[in-house]
């Protein structure tokens, strides 16, 4: 079979595969651009099982690329719902404190809002009530009301189908099994790719280590359950989320307001002991189970964070009456007769800096002249994916 020359060859076709592709057929509508997928369709992973809350952008510090592109990447993916006519709910989101001892970090969060140039409010426990009836909170809380959500796989499909008018070429259960330079094998393909853009998901890792990247890290995947609720539509009118612990990178179980008004409770951040252990053994990979199993161990005991009080605290988020009874702290009436069944899980791509042994919290990626690899595209990469990838495509381009 003879090598498909691709002047630009792209490893991942979720949310920030496909928009890395449209961004670089829009600057080089001349080059052939062809994305490759593992799977038989896409959003089968991160960019369709996420809890499709388009974030404000105020829990970041204001150096970090997360701050940088969460405010744009809010602005520009509601325009790009609203213009596609996919549902879009605009409902806004309060973060709110358990007792006084949270009160501080709220006021954090106000600041870093506003250094970051995003909408945000600091109301009282009246005003939050105003809002939304059932909330819980003491003394004060926040009001983000650009915060929104959607269903993540229509708009992965809107992103797809534009890409695919614009001349990107789409190749399905084709994953990337090796390369020789920039030579590069899918399973039953060839490609001669003048650059390869590594947007792996949970694989970015292994892939990039292939190009010679990445050596200095890992990939841990981290479970993200949810509880849908039996309630009707409308009993909740918009997201509620706790105080987080900035130390970790995951923003704590709260109450999600789907697209469609019902409503959810979660993510957890169980770590998972394969990448796509989404149920049961699906995907089991003996050699995943022996890396996540001696990462996980030596976190527990070399991390330069508490992992170990980490993992006990998701893991017991396993257990229904648990995870429950943490969204309890939020809002009334939230109770185990109207929250029995799970919905589909999520992994979190979540990178591990091998050498300081800890979560790296922003965006990473690396790259040279010839192959880019975008290896921590965690929460909330949906939301700034448009920006993101149109600021990675000009770091590359620089690189080339
Ligand atoms: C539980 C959960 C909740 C989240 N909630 C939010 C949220 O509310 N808001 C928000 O903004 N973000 C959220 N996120 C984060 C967001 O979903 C991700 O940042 C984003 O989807 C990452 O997109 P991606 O394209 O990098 O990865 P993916 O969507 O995982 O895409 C990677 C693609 O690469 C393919 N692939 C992998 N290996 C290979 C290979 N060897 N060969 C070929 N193809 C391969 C996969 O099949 C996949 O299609 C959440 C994530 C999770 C898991």
Partial sequence: MSATTADYLVVGGGIIGVNMARHL??????????????????????????????????????????????????????????????????????????????????????????????????????????????VKTCRHALWSPNTATADPVPVLEAFRKEAADMGIEFHCSEPFAKCEGNRVWTRTREFDAGYV?????????????????????????????????????????????????????????????????????????????????YKGMDNFRFGELLQTMGLGSQLMLKADFDFRRLAWEELKKYRRAHLVGLSQSLATGLDLPTLKHWGPSGIRAQLLNLEKKSLEMDFVFEGDGKSFHVLNSVSPGWTCSIPFTEYMVDEMEKMQ
Avoid: M
């Avoid at 499709?52 to 690329?65: D, E």
């Fill in 197 to 277: 853009v590594n947007a792996a998901g949970l694989h970015a890792d292994k892939v990039a280590h292939r190009f010679g990247f990445g050596k200095n890290y890992a990939i841990l995947p981290f479970k993200g359950l949810y509880l849908k609720s039996s309630e009707p539509v409308g009993s909740f009118k918009t997201n509620i989320y706790p105080v987080p612990n900035l130390q970790n990178p995951f923003l704590g179980v709260h109450v999600t307001v789907t697209v469609d008004g019902h409503h959810k409770i979660g993510p957890t951040a169980i770590p998972a002991f394969w990448r796509e252990q």
């Fill in 25 to 134: 057929k829009r600057r080089h509508p001349g080059a052939s651009v062809h994305v490759v997928d593992k799977e038989p369709e896409l959003a089968l992973h991160g960019s369709g099982r996420n809890s499709g809350v388009v974030h404000s952008g105020f829990y970041y510090t204001a150096n970090s690329l997360k701050a940088r592109f969460t405010r744009d990447g809010n602005i520009a993916l509601k325009d790009f719902i609203r213009e596609r006519k996919i549902p879009l709910n605009e409902c806004g989101k309060l973060v709110v404190a358990k007792d006084e001892s949270e009160l501080p970090t709220l006021d954090l969060l106000l600041e870093r809002g506003k250094a970051n140039g995003v909408e945000l409010h600091k109301i009282t426990e009246a005003e939050a009530k105003a809002i939304e009836p059932r």
